[in-house]
T-cell receptor, first 111, second 113 residues
Framework: QKEVEQNSGPLSVPEGAIASLNCTYS??????FFWYRQYSGKSPELIMS????GDKEDGRFTAQLNKASQYVSLLIRDSQPSDSATYLC???????????FGKGTMLLVSP | DAGVIQSPRHEVTEMGQEVTLRCKPI?????LFWYRQTMMRGLELLIY????????DSGMPEDRFSAKMPNASFSTLKIQPSEPRDSAVYFC???????????FGSGTRLTVV
């Protein structure tokens, strides 16, 4: 079982719709969870972090964490073509200083 | 802050040549990470440093790879000799608090022909 799993996509949504990106992780001891956005040819950029069960909202982005089910999700409301990118889920396991990344989900937002 | 600075941005080299990638972390960050990204394997951790000391190099593929951090503001990743399968994008990232995630540099796209 892979440590951090994401559907590779692409996930295609029309402009203005809600995009839902999902991630599952295998280590129950994981404590910190992050979403990175990576445009083609660019480096990953941190957009959201979440540490406790529940929802965390920041503008059009909402991160959701369910530790019992070992999944974390990212919702993007009012999706824009500029949101088209690959979204990487990253997990920090308890006692470790490093992040383990999923392979990412490509999101395509069509005008 | 200028962010994490990597050089060069692109490197094309012939198989067997030595390649050196450079990184300047964000001032005050005491963690530095080297990752490699390929389509097949995604982002893979190669090695990380804490306060200039290598902590975990288990991700370094083989002895051809080496990394140093002589001071808090500079790190190198060296591949000698390089092979075509080393072609990838190499990212350096730094962090002052692992709970807050990392900041990545712009990466070095390495092509070994």
């Amino acid at each position: 079982q892979k440590e951090v799993e994401q559907n590779s996509g692409p996930l295609s949504v029309p402009e203005g719709a809600i995009a839902s990106l999902n991630c599952t992780y295998s280590d129950r001891g994981s404590q910190s969870f992050f979403w990175y956005r990576q445009y083609s040819g660019k480096s990953p950029e941190l957009i959201m972090s979440i540490y406790s069960n529940g929802d965390k909202e920041d503008g059009r982005f909402t991160a959701q964490l369910n530790k019992a089910s070992q999944y974390v999700s990212l919702l993007i409301r009012d999706s824009q073509p500029s949101d088209s990118a690959t979204y990487l889920c990253a997990v920090n396991r308890r006692g470790y200083s490093t992040l383990t990344f999923g392979k990412g989900t490509m999101l395509l937002v069509s005008p | 802050d200028a962010g994490v600075i990597q050089s060069p941005r692109h490197e094309v080299t012939e198989m067997g040549q030595e390649v050196t990638l450079r990184c300047k972390p964000i001032s005050g960050h005491d963690y530095l990470f080297w990752y490699r990204q390929t389509m097949m394997r995604g982002l893979e951790l190669l090695i990380y440093f804490n306060n200039n000391v290598p902590i975990d190099d288990s991700g370094m593929p083989e002895d051809r790879f080496s990394a140093k951090m002589p001071n808090a503001s500079f790190s190198t990743l060296k591949i000698q000799p390089s092979e075509p399968r080393d072609s990838a994008v190499y990212f350096c990232a730094s962090s002052g608090d692992r709970r807050r995630g990392y900041t990545f540099g712009s990466g070095t796209r390495l092509t070994v022909v």
